[in-house]
T-cell receptor, first 113, second 111 residues
């Protein structure tokens, strides 16, 4: 079956702009989580959506937001971009159970100039 | 505050030898732990997990050990193969089902 699909794969923005990233989970998966990966910081949890509701949230400022649609597809938005937002943004889907086995997409690499 | 720590950013091991990757955590409420492997330009993939009620879980060449009293877990790879070269992340699940990752250890297996 098809894996987790993230678009776009690469993008370049300038400070102050906003960006929207998209994630299509594996069919049947109702949970979508977003992570930010930067060198030396590992995978930082942004938020998780389950059945269109935000179920968990990490410690990121309000400039980072997300949503999930009825078909489980999810988007995350970052407004007023800063240089430090340059990172690989990873989306992961799961059935939503307490086992933690996530299926990750290849990520969207954002560069902020 | 990094609740899951991988203090070794990199590890280099000869092919055929054992690779031991370590992970420490601070929250005693974590009840499930996982290891993920990540190749460049790919998303992380699940490798192996362990529940807090166990102290060992084995899957082929991969074994995870959990020492709850020390809040420490380790991943053993025996024997190590060049294809194991990747970044390894340990992760823990909170009581609110949030998955917290460590900073990763880059493993290089050389011939």
């Amino acid at each position: 079956k098809a894996g987790v699909t993230q678009t776009p794969r690469y993008l370049i923005k300038t400070r102050g702009q906003q960006v929207t990233l998209s994630c299509s989970p594996i069919s049947g998966h109702r949970s979508v989580s977003w992570y930010q990966q930067t060198p030396g910081q590992g995978l930082q949890f942004l938020f998780e959506y389950f059945s269109e509701t935000q179920r968990n949230k990490g410690n990121f400022p309000g400039r980072f937001s997300g949503r999930q649609f009825s078909n489980s597809r999810s988007e995350m938005n970052v407004s007023t971009l800063e240089l430090g937002d340059s990172a690989l943004y990873l989306c992961a889907s799961s059935l939503g159970s307490h086992t933690g086995e996530l299926f990750f997409g290849e990520g969207s690499r954002l560069t902020v100039l | 505050d990094q609740q899951v720590k991988q203090n070794s950013p990199s590890l280099s091991v000869q092919e055929g030898r054992i690779s031991i990757l370590n992970c420490d955590y601070t929250n005693s409420m974590f009840d499930y732990f996982l290891w993920y492997k990540k190749y460049p330009a790919e998303g992380p993939t699940f490798l192996i997990s362990i529940s807090s009620i166990k102290d060992k879980n084995e899957d082929g060449r991969f074994t995870v050990f959990l020492n709850k009293s020390a809040k420490h877990l380790s991943l053993h790879i025996v024997p190590s193969q060049p294809g194991d070269s990747a970044v390894y992340f340990c992760a823990a699940i909170t009581n609110t089902d949030k998955l917290i990752f460590g900073t990763g250890t880059r493993l290089q297996v050389f011939p």
